[in-house]
């Protein structure tokens, strides 16, 4: 395993791990047997706290390795939260302290400002002056320029920021990475296939692309990250053995991008940008929404239908969203708003779901739903 800046350049993103105990202990600790150092929580992944405290406590490797979790920043309204937030948090991983502690989502400027007015900044070095937080930094989701601002804002030790090759001008983008890294701080990237949709999502344009290469589409991605120093770590939400597997091998290779490299990254994403695709990572920070509407399987469906064909679109709508107990239609849409507040994706969902609605909830659909509805009822389906 590489390491930078003391981080292993692959780090385990928990948010999606397996609920099952038993299958999660044995990624993380397959995991940490290959050089993995780095494992990233959050106060709002729910159960994943103590998922990964029980974990590390039951094979005895707490101080052996670097827990990053995230004070959920968004939900602070007075200051007695700061610790009844990470009082909690310490309680869930079992430990009395944290390697990496997160501003989670922190959205600009100002919300930092009102923070600081609540007395986050001597709250952080207190703690830290105690020994139970090590470093300080924000996870980000926002323009280039409001990262900028915040990077101004304090003396940070660390980021977390969204970056690919198909975000590399969108966000924090290449010239926040790389102003960070300028100023000393360790930037760690989260959504490095954007949730799949750079492997498993990609369209047969360019898969057929992918396919004629000499590289997955996995490495692909990653190696395009890796391939940067400005990168310390590259956070993967392993589900499976066999994904976990794969990126391990990935981050052990060399990590050398050629002119040649860099133009079939150009084709393939010209591929990915020629369908009219929704710009969903699946990261569920909409969910749950308050009238049932899965926003997450509507726009996979959605782009599923551009990027695989029609019926493919429409076949996984109505099997996704229509057998099942509780339905989860882009119709059932009631525009409050609340999904757009929290997507770090900023996607206007509610324009958004009126196309999904348009592509593929055509007249023909309440038929299609009716009958999909009396069957799972009987229990036929």
Not at 278 to 299: A, E, H, L
Not at 341 to 355: A, F, G, N
Request: hydrophobic share 35%; glycine share 8%; net charge neutral.
């Amino acid at each position: 395993m590489i390491y930078r800046n003391g981080y292993s350049i692959l780090g385990y993103g928990c948010m999606r791990l397996p609920g099952n105990d038993a299958e999660a202990e044995k990624l993380i600790m397959k995991a940490y047997e290959e050089g993995i150092n780095y494992f990233d929580t959050a106060y709002v992944y729910k159960g994943k706290e103590e998922q990964l405290g029980k974990i590390l406590a039951k094979n005895n490797i707490r101080d052996k390795v670097q827990i990053a979790t995230k004070l959920p920043v968004y939900l602070i309204k007075k200051p007695e939260q700061f610790d009844e937030f990470f009082d909690e948090e310490l309680k869930r991983l079992q430990t009395d302290y944290v390697d990496n502690y997160l501003m989670h989502m922190l959205p600009d400027e100002t919300t930092w400002k009102r923070l600081l007015d609540m007395g986050i900044g001597e709250w952080l070095e207190k703690k830290k002056a105690a020994g139970q937080i090590k470093k300080i930094g924000f996870s980000f989701h926002g323009s280039t320029d409001i990262f900028l601002k915040i990077l101004d804002a304090y003396d940070w030790e660390f980021c977390l920021v969204q970056y690919n090759y198909l975000d590399e001008n969108a966000q924090a983008g290449r010239q926040g990475v790389e102003e960070a890294a300028r100023r000393g701080i360790p930037v760690f990237i989260m959504e490095p296939l954007r949730g799949g949709k750079l492997t498993k999502g990609l369209n047969k344009k360019a898969k057929a692309i992918v396919e004629k290469s000499d590289k997955t589409a996995g490495e692909w991605g990653l190696s395009w990250l890796y391939a940067q120093d400005t990168v310390s770590c590259v956070l993967s939400g392993m589900e499976t053995m066999d994904v976990l597997e794969e990126n391990l091998r990935i981050a052990n290779n060399t990590h050398e991008y050629t002119e040649k490299d860099y133009e079939t990254i150009e084709k393939i994403k010209a591929a990915i940008n020629s369908k009219k695709n929704i710009p969903c990572t699946g990261c569920n920070y909409c969910m749950p929404c308050p009238f049932g509407v899965d926003i997450p399987g509507c726009f996979k469906c959605y782009n599923t239908s551009y990027n695989d064909g029609y019926i493919a679109g429409e076949t996984e709508y109505v099997m996704a969203l229509t057998l099942k107990e509780e339905t989860g239609f882009s119709s059932q849409c009631k525009k409050c708003g609340k999904c757009e507040k929290v997507c770090p994706q900023h996607i206007p969902i509610r324009d958004s779901l009126k196309k999904v609605k348009r592509r593929l909830e055509p007249p023909f659909f309440i038929i299609i739903k009716k009958v999909a509805a009396h069957f799972y009822k009987r229990g036929n389906l």
